[in-house]
């Protein structure tokens, strides 16, 4: 995370799972405790997708995938958008992106919604 990028965050429960997105209890009940910052870590490429037909203000085409962090004995997958083409199995890592889709473009009103996140950029 640096000063110009929020913190993506996963929660770390009592049990010692951690969980993408994060929720107060896990699947089984135990507590959310802290949290696990993923934009510190890489993942691996399970698989991706080429959307072809996007909302207004998605690029088009736009390239997604699911990626696995592994972090202390725990997977965490996690969605998102791609910075360039990624292939399974590659190593990606998280990087903070001001805006996802154009606020403009869309037909909510741009100050009702976040538009900024994080996308997966292959690491060399």
């Known amino acids: 995370m640096t000063a110009d990028s929020p913190e993506f965050a996963a929660a770390e429960y009592a049990d010692g ?3 993408y997105p994060p929720h107060p209890v ?6 959310r405790v802290g949290t696990v910052d993923l934009s ?8 991706w997708t080429e ?5 207004p203000g998605v690029r088009e085409p ?13 997977t965490v997958r996690a969605i998102g958008q791609t910075t360039d083409d990624v292939e399974i199995g590659q190593t990606v890592t998280p990087v903070y ?4 889709r154009d606020p403009e473009a869309g037909v909510r009103e741009p ?7 994080f996308r997966f950029r292959p690491v060399e």
Not at 26 to 31: I, K, P, Q, T
Not at 62 to 72: K, P, Q, R, Y
């Open 17 to 19: 799972t951690v969980g």
């Open 26 to 31: 896990n699947d089984d009940g135990a507590e």
């Open 40 to 47: 510190e870590h890489t993942a691996q490429v399970v698989t």
């Open 51 to 55: 959307s072809t037909a996007t909302p």
């Open 62 to 74: 736009n390239t997604l995938a699911i990626v696995a962090f592994e972090i202390g004995g725990n």
């Open 97 to 100: 992106a001001a805006e996802l």
């Open 111 to 117: 100050a009702s919604q976040e538009w900024d996140g």
